[in-house]
């Protein structure tokens, strides 16, 4: 398991008192009872993060070329190369941060939808967050 996925379980540690181990099986229990929400929620964040991978290497791979061709230099695909190897373990090193943000919200929000019902006991999670949820779903 990726060291960054190990967060996820602090939630439902945090929430019930719970040993680390306790805690990844109920973690694992809410996901797959919930599995059509997590899809939906990852499918949609690791598309957002891999075209904003994509947009960040492009970026920076064109403006080095543009400027390794400023300075007269006979191979700047070299740069160019180097530059998008670069910037690709960049973001992706960087967006990891995000996507283990997205897993922990997606498990506040099937332990949330668990707990309570909405009417006797009031979800906790913002209305964005659950009609977000709820149109990504749909």
């Known amino acids: 398991m990726n060291e960054l996925h190990l967060v996820c379980l602090v939630p439902t540690n945090a929430l019930h008192s719970q040993p680390f181990f306790k805690s990844?099986?109920?973690?694992?229990?809410l996901l797959v009872s919930s599995a059509a929400n997590?899809?939906?929620?990852?499918s949609i964040g690791d598309f957002v993060l891999g075209i904003a991978q994509l947009l960040l290497m492009v970026v920076s791979t064109t403006v080095a070329v543009y400027i390794a061709k400023a300075t007269g230099l006979?191979?700047?695909?070299?740069?160019?190369?180097?530059?998008?190897?670069v910037a690709v373990y960049m973001a992706a090193t960087f967006f990891a941060i995000f996507e283990a943000t997205i897993n922990c919200i997606s498990i506040c929000f099937c332990e949330d939808r668990?707990?309570?019902?909405?009417m006797a006991r009031p979800?906790?999670?913002s209305k964005g967050l659950m009609q977000f949820i709820e149109d990504s779903n749909a």
């Open 24 to 29: 990844g099986e109920r973690a694992a229990k």
């Open 38 to 42: 997590v899809i939906a929620l990852n």
């Open 74 to 85: 006979k191979h700047y695909w070299a740069i160019a190369i180097i530059c998008a190897f």
């Open 114 to 118: 668990t707990l309570n019902d909405g």
């Open 123 to 125: 979800y906790f999670m």
